[in-house]
């Protein structure tokens, strides 16, 4: 008995809850109402919305296309609410800064003539190391034959030490920096390599925008006596910013019918 009123009862009950209720969302400008539909299996109501996934892109140029297709799809003509960050590792889209909503990004992939350069940047480098990162840059060097058939000079030769430190020399009959260096017979032999080149890189894979590089290079003798090269560039760091700039004003033209669209160069 007490078994069948305690089913009424609860039925009684069920028949009092809505399926359905609303709530008020806040979110950081404005408020909307949101439709929330009861969960037998977890006893509590739930969002009908269907949660969306951020979107992961893989270039500012798919970022660009994603973000003109999906302000289309919401209805957004002006960008309103919209922003665009680009950072020095890549950029990200959020549809509706209100709500958080609409987000993808995309992690920068920079292309394999920039990685060589960032990479050899400021390391000793031995005479073969400095021929195999030279040879990597190939494609970048306009003057490559030239320079390469100056820069192995010394490995032509064989082995050899410095005889002394490299020297600076303006105004002769060639400028660039002297290397005496000794030869496995004992006799002394005489090199005047370049004291800087320049390379056009893509920032990013794929990129059609090129890059000019200026590369000063730093002649020592190591503990061996060996020849030792360091790559320099000084502006590296300004080059790298103004590509991310380039970037963001790259996006920021291909949407500007978005008038309201936020685009920041954020790093």
Same mark, same amino acid.
């Given at each position: 008995?007490?078994?069948?009123?305690?089913?009424?009862?609860?039925?009684?009950?069920?028949?009092?809850?809505?399926? !359905?209720?609303?709530?008020?969302?806040?979110?950081?400008?404005?408020?909307?109402?949101?439709?929330?539909?009861?969960?037998?299996?977890?006893?509590?109501?739930?969002?009908?919305?269907?949660?969306?996934?951020?979107?992961?892109?893989?270039?500012? !140029?798919?970022?660009?296309?994603?973000?003109?297709?999906?302000?289309?799809?919401?209805?957004?003509?002006?960008?309103? !609410?919209?922003?665009?960050?680009?950072?020095?590792?890549?950029?990200?889209?959020?549809?509706?800064?209100? @709500?958080?909503?609409?987000?993808?990004?995309?992690?920068?992939?920079?292309?394999?003539?920039?990685?060589?350069?960032?990479?050899?940047?400021?390391?000793?480098?031995?005479?073969?190391?400095?021929?195999?990162?030279?040879?990597?840059?190939?494609?970048?060097?306009?003057? @490559?034959?030239?320079?390469?058939?100056?820069?192995?000079?010394?490995?032509?030769?064989? !082995?050899?030490?410095?005889?002394?430190?490299?020297?600076?020399?303006?105004?002769?009959?060639?400028?660039?920096?002297?290397?005496?260096?000794?030869?496995?017979?004992?006799?002394?032999?005489?090199?005047? #390599?370049?004291?800087? @080149?320049?390379?056009?890189?893509?920032?990013?894979?794929?990129?059609?925008?090129?890059?000019?590089?200026? #590369?000063?290079?730093?002649?020592?003798?190591?503990?061996?006596?060996?020849? &030792?090269?360091?790559?320099?560039?000084?502006?590296?760091?300004?080059?790298?910013?103004?590509?991310?700039?380039?970037?963001?004003? @790259?996006?920021?033209?291909?949407?500007?019918?978005?008038?309201?669209?936020?685009?920041? &160069?954020?790093?």
């Amino acid at each position: 008995m007490l078994e069948e009123i305690t089913k009424e009862v609860t039925a009684a009950l069920l028949r009092q809850r809505p399926e !359905k209720i609303n709530k008020t969302q806040y979110g950081i400008y404005s408020t909307r109402e949101l439709e929330l539909l009861y969960s037998d299996s977890k006893k509590e109501y739930e969002e009908t919305a269907i949660y969306e996934q951020d979107r992961l892109l893989g270039s500012a !140029k798919a970022l660009a296309a994603y973000i003109k297709e999906e302000l289309r799809r919401r209805e957004n003509p002006t960008g309103d !609410k919209a922003t665009v960050r680009i950072s020095m590792t890549g950029g990200q889209f959020i549809a509706d800064e209100d @709500f958080r909503e609409g987000i993808a990004s995309y992690n920068r992939i920079n292309s394999q003539q920039w990685n060589v350069v960032k990479k050899f940047l400021n390391q000793p480098l031995n005479h073969s190391q400095f021929l195999e990162f030279f040879q990597a840059l190939k494609p970048s060097i306009d003057n @490559f034959h030239d320079l390469y058939q100056s820069f192995s000079a010394i490995r032509i030769v064989g !082995k050899s030490e410095l005889v002394s430190n490299p020297i600076f020399i303006r105004g002769e009959q060639k400028s660039g920096i002297k290397c005496t260096y000794a030869l496995e017979d004992g006799r002394e032999g005489e090199e005047i #390599l370049p004291e800087n @080149f320049s390379v056009k890189v893509p920032f990013v894979k794929a990129g059609e925008t090129l890059y000019d590089i200026p #590369l000063d290079l730093i002649y020592a003798r190591d503990e061996r006596d060996c020849l &030792s090269i360091r790559v320099i560039c000084p502006t590296f760091e300004n080059i790298e910013e103004q590509a991310i700039i380039d970037e963001a004003k @790259f996006i920021k033209n291909e949407t500007k019918e978005f008038e309201k669209l936020l685009v920041l &160069s954020d790093f």
